[in-house]
């Protein structure tokens, strides 16, 4: 397996930087989707369905004994593709050739290298099933995944298990970790406008100041996390913005606040919705406004779950593909979040973490991915097929 990973890398490598090059958003994946389904196609793949959630790739491959007959000989790989929009200063060779945009979180490494196993098992078929290899668009925020699941994914191609795998700043090229259990935060947050009556800064008794009613909402939800939430639970409450007022001598009449909040449990996160609901109905009849609180547009990403026995599987694998003393199994959870969580709410399954070396950290401009890792990650994915799907 080794040799012939290592024969395909240069072209791989390639892939990658050219994905780098032309960076594309959120559910806007022409080329990169065009590209990712004319190359399963020519991998001989059995049968590849794009425009699944907009434009999620779905390709199919069965194994040594033909297509799977149920769920349980099926198992989902999932890879993004998605960039971010952000001005590249990596100043890398291959940096991205679109103004505003990159791949500041490595979804064009991702993608490679679910390519690369995709070739490598087309040709082996060294499993017993049938795996469904996932290109997933929108994940920055977004929520793909659920896209995808909400185009009946699932329905067409129920599996027992589905598998992600990110890059991580920080951990030595090539290396593995993973978390178990709760691996990423949920992400959710709220607008608040407080309704007050404006006036002259000379006359407060003659307006309803919502600046301050705004201050007193700004330092109650932070005993929400320390007074509210149990304290072997992990979450964080932060408001992000707050905007109100012009004029030096002018008290206005509304102020507007952005608040986010996460945690690595579903009851957790309602508990602190509840109470943030609370304290700004209460506030705001305490102080003789109005305060109005409401979601964004974009869905809120619930907690990424790593289930016990994926994860073990997970791990077996890595340790197979790069050796035991370059895995981690007990890495601490990440505050930040991941929309494979929609897709392990449904099925089990693992997300796994390959490093990334010294690299600037995810969704910063000087970000690039390591073309190290590509060889150990298509060894990873190859060396989970086998034993997700054993002959």
């Not at 952000?86 to 679910?114: F, Y």
């Not at 409450?237 to 449990?265: L, Q, W, Y």
């Amino acid at each position: 397996m080794k040799n012939s990973i290592a024969a395909m890398l240069p072209e791989l490598i390639d892939w990658r930087q050219d994905f780098h090059r032309h960076p594309e958003l959120m559910y806007d994946l022409p080329r990169t989707a065009g590209i990712v389904a004319k190359r399963l196609r020519e991998f001989g793949f059995d049968e590849v369905i794009e425009g699944v959630g907009k434009t999620g790739v779905l390709g199919i491959l069965y194994g040594a004994t033909g297509p799977a007959a149920n769920a349980e000989k099926r198992v989902m790989f999932r890879a993004d593709m998605d960039a971010l929009p952000i001005e590249e200063a990596s100043g890398a060779a291959h940096a991205s050739e679109v103004p505003g945009r990159m791949h500041a979180c490595g979804h064009d490494g991702h993608t490679a290298i679910l390519l690369g196993a995709a070739r490598h098992l087309a040709e082996t078929r060294a499993f017993d099933g049938t795996l469904v290899f996932c290109f997933q668009p929108a994940e920055e925020g977004h929520a793909g995944a659920q896209a995808m699941i909400d185009d009946g994914m699932f329905e067409r191609f129920a599996v027992k298990g589905a598998y992600a795998l990110h890059n991580w700043p920080g951990m030595p090229v090539g290396e593995f970790g993973v978390v178990r259990g709760a691996a990423m935060a949920s992400a959710d947050g709220v607008f608040i406008t407080v309704q007050g009556k404006g006036g002259h800064a000379a006359a407060p008794n003659l307006a309803r100041d919502p600046i301050v009613a705004a201050a007193h909402i700004v330092a109650a939800v932070q005993s929400i996390v320390s007074r509210v939430v149990d304290p072997f639970e992990k979450a964080v409450v932060s408001v992000t913005a707050i905007h109100g007022g012009e004029a030096f001598n002018v008290i206005p009449d509304t102020v507007e606040m952005k608040c986010n909040f996460r945690c690595f449990s579903e009851c957790v996160g309602k508990e602190i919705e509840a109470e943030l609901w609370r304290i700004c109905e209460k506030t705001g009849e305490a102080f003789g406004v109005s305060v109005e609180v409401k979601r964004p547009p974009l869905t809120p990403y619930p907690p990424t779950v790593n289930h016990p026995a994926e994860t073990e599987i997970a791990l077996a694998a890595m340790r197979a593909a790069v050796g035991e003393d370059r895995v981690s199994d007990d890495l601490k959870p990440i505050m930040g979040s991941e929309d494979f969580a929609f897709i392990l709410r449904q099925v089990p399954g693992a997300y796994v973490l390959i490093g990334n070396g010294d690299s600037a950290a995810l969704h910063n401009p000087a970000y690039d991915f390591d073309d190290g890792a590509i060889a150990p990650g298509v060894a990873y994915w190859s060396e989970l097929a086998a034993r997700v799907l054993p002959l």
